[in-house]
């Protein structure tokens, strides 16, 4: 079975603070993504990665910033974070053009 | 643009009876669908996929429709069970990209 895992389920940050979101794939898989999940608007991607040191832009990522040093690892990184980044964050890992498998995702807060 | 709409971000259905939850998607390039199920708190899981070879695929209570020429897709639950109350997301891609578009999610109620 694929297991993602993500470092946090849930967490509180303040209002410009860095937040580092972690999250870690089992399965040797080429790509990983970072999604947030806000109501109405269902999974939105941020970035996507599909190599070790590789990343691509998704929809919106803006204020927001990645990092793959592992292929098991994909970090994205809140500079500052802000009140409007209040969001569910979901990681996701795929072979190829397969299917994506979930992590449990993290809710975080900006106060 | 949504490229992945669900139009429906909420259905109800009684236990027992048939629940169809409908997507529809405008980039006819996409030959790749598949719907995930996300339960409160937890990340979406996979249910089931069709390629755009196919007009129907099934999976024990899940059967999903693709009809290319209206660009609509749709998941039938039958019998529908109160387990299967969740948001259900489809989504879509291009041969050989690996991005996923998601549509907003249907929230299914089924009533015991």
């Given at each position: ?28 898989h080429e ?7 806000d ?5 939105r ?19 927001y910033?990645?990092?793959?040093e ?5 970090s994205?990184?809140l500079?500052?974070a ?5 969001s ?12 994506q498998?979930?992590?449990?995702g ?6 | ?9 909420s259905?109800?259905?009684q236990?027992?009876?048939?629940s169809?939850?409908?997507?529809d ?9 598949l719907w ?11 249910l089931?996929?069709?390629s755009?070879i196919?007009?129907k695929?099934e999976?024990?209570?899940?059967t ?18 109160p ?30």
């Open positions: 079975d694929v297991k993602v895992t993500q470092s946090s389920r849930y967490l509180v940050k303040r209002t410009g603070e860095k937040v580092f979101l972690e999250c870690v794939q089992d399965m040797d790509n990983m993504f970072w999604y947030r999940q109501p109405g608007l269902g999974l991607l941020i970035y996507f990665s599909y190599d070790v040191k590789m990343k691509e832009k998704g929809d919106i990522p803006e204020g910033s990645v990092s793959r592992k292929k098991e690892r994909f994205l990184i500079e500052s802000s009140t409007n980044q209040t569910m964050y979901l990681c996701a890992s795929s072979l190829g053009s397969n299917t498998y979930f992590g449990p993290t809710r975080l807060t900006v106060l | 643009d949504q490229q992945v709409k669900q139009n429906s971000p259905l109800s259905v236990e027992g009876r048939i169809i939850l409908n997507c998607y405008t980039n006819s390039m996409f030959d790749y669908f995930y199920k996300k339960y409160p708190a937890e990340g979406p899981t996979f089931i996929s069709i755009s196919k007009d695929n999976d024990g209570r899940f999903v429709f693709l009809n290319k020429s209206a660009k609509h897709l749709s998941l039938h639950i039958v019998p529908s069970q387990g299967d109350s969740a948001v259900y997301f489809c989504a879509a891609s291009l041969y050989n990209f690996n991005k996923f578009y998601f549509g907003s999610g249907t929230k299914l109620n089924v009533k015991p």
